[in-house]
């Protein structure tokens, strides 16, 4: 038997998960007040013409690239890669063969918000699952942070610089969180920011993708129905030309 879940959260003017300035907008036009639109291409029709006067659902939508789950691309993190070498590939120049792919969830979520993951943390846990990672894997990561509650953009564990390019070394081109961010929270970053004045650790995750290029989720949900390993992982973005981000339908699809 198949089994499909559903990795993406809603985009919804009801639930809270990006910051203030960018939440997204959806305007709902209903039956009942859009047979004008209609009668536009029909000249002379009146709203008792269409069967119980209903005109059609439509919604407006005003996003950001970056709202709901999606998926950045390089050019989000930078204006070039492979250490200056190249420019930075947009949303709508990603390779589609690397959307459907073996996935692999780690969990980190028993860490406190605001950790940021190493590579020895990340080498260990491939351990604990006993998984061997393979060239273009998808990495998924239980963060800890949970969609629908409060304060969920200061939520979960992030990947710094250090585990990224461990990622990358070892050829995985996509990753994943379900998270705000791949990086740890920016209210946490900024307390050790405060401290230190390293400008190294701000965004150092997906800064990370201007040595070697990769393509990172935000904002999935569900990751713990998944096991840790043993299922395909679907999420092809939209395409949407010179972005830096499309949304996608992330859906894990399982065999059993």
């Given at each position: 038997?198949?089994?499909?879940?559903?990795?993406s959260i809603?985009?919804?003017?009801?639930?809270?998960?990006?910051?203030?300035?960018?939440?997204?907008?959806?305007?709902?036009?209903?039956?009942?007040?859009?047979?004008?639109?209609?009668?536009?291409?029909?000249?002379?029709?009146?709203?008792?013409?269409?069967?119980?006067?209903?005109?059609?659902?439509?919604?407006?939508?005003?996003?950001?690239?970056?709202?709901?789950?999606?998926?950045?691309?390089?050019?989000?993190?930078?204006?070039?890669?492979?250490?200056?070498?190249?420019?930075?590939?947009?949303?709508?120049?990603?390779?589609?063969?690397?959307?459907?792919?073996?996935?692999?969830?780690?969990?980190?979520?028993?860490?406190?918000?605001?950790?940021?993951?190493?590579?020895?943390?990340?080498?260990?846990?491939?351990?604990?699952?006993?998984?061997?990672?393979?060239?273009?894997?998808?990495?998924?990561?239980?963060?800890g942070a949970?969609?629908?509650?409060?304060?969920?953009?200061?939520?979960?564990?992030?990947?710094?610089?250090?585990?990224?390019?461990?990622?990358?070394?070892?050829?995985?081109?996509?990753?994943?969180?379900?998270?705000?961010?791949?990086?740890?929270?920016?209210?946490?970053?900024?307390?050790?920011?405060?401290?230190?004045?390293?400008?190294?650790?701000?965004?150092?995750?997906?800064?990370?993708?201007?040595?070697?290029?990769?393509?990172?989720?935000?904002?999935?949900?569900?990751?713990?129905?998944?096991?840790?390993?043993?299922?395909?992982?679907?999420?092809?973005?939209?395409?949407?030309?010179?972005?830096?981000?499309?949304?996608?339908?992330?859906?894990?699809?399982?065999?059993?």
């Open positions: 038997m198949t089994r499909f879940i559903d990795l809603p985009i919804t003017n009801d639930v809270i998960s990006d910051p203030e300035v960018m939440r997204p907008k959806i305007t709902y036009m209903t039956h009942e007040s859009t047979w004008e639109q209609i009668a536009m291409f029909f000249p002379g029709l009146e709203k008792d013409d269409l069967p119980d006067g209903e005109g059609w659902a439509v919604e407006m939508l005003e996003l950001s690239t970056h709202n709901g789950t999606h998926m950045d691309a390089p050019w989000h993190y930078h204006s070039t890669t492979d250490d200056g070498a190249s420019p930075a590939p947009s949303i709508d120049e990603a390779p589609l063969d690397r959307f459907f792919r073996p996935g692999v969830k780690l969990d980190f979520s028993h860490l406190p918000h605001g950790h940021v993951v190493s590579a020895a943390e990340l080498e260990e846990a491939f351990k604990n699952v006993g998984y061997d990672l393979q060239p273009l894997d998808i990495v998924l990561i239980q963060s949970e969609y629908g509650t409060k304060n969920f953009t200061d939520q979960g564990v992030g990947l710094g610089a250090e585990a990224t390019l461990w990622l990358t070394e070892r050829g995985v081109e996509v990753v994943g969180t379900d998270a705000w961010s791949w990086d740890a929270p920016f209210s946490h970053t900024a307390k050790r920011w405060a401290e230190t004045k390293d400008p190294s650790i701000i965004w150092e995750g997906h800064k990370a993708g201007r040595i070697r290029p990769y393509y990172q989720i935000e904002k999935l949900t569900n990751l713990s129905a998944l096991p840790n390993h043993g299922f395909m992982f679907s999420c092809f973005p939209v395409k949407i030309e010179r972005a830096s981000a499309g949304w996608i339908r992330a859906v894990a699809i399982i065999e059993d």
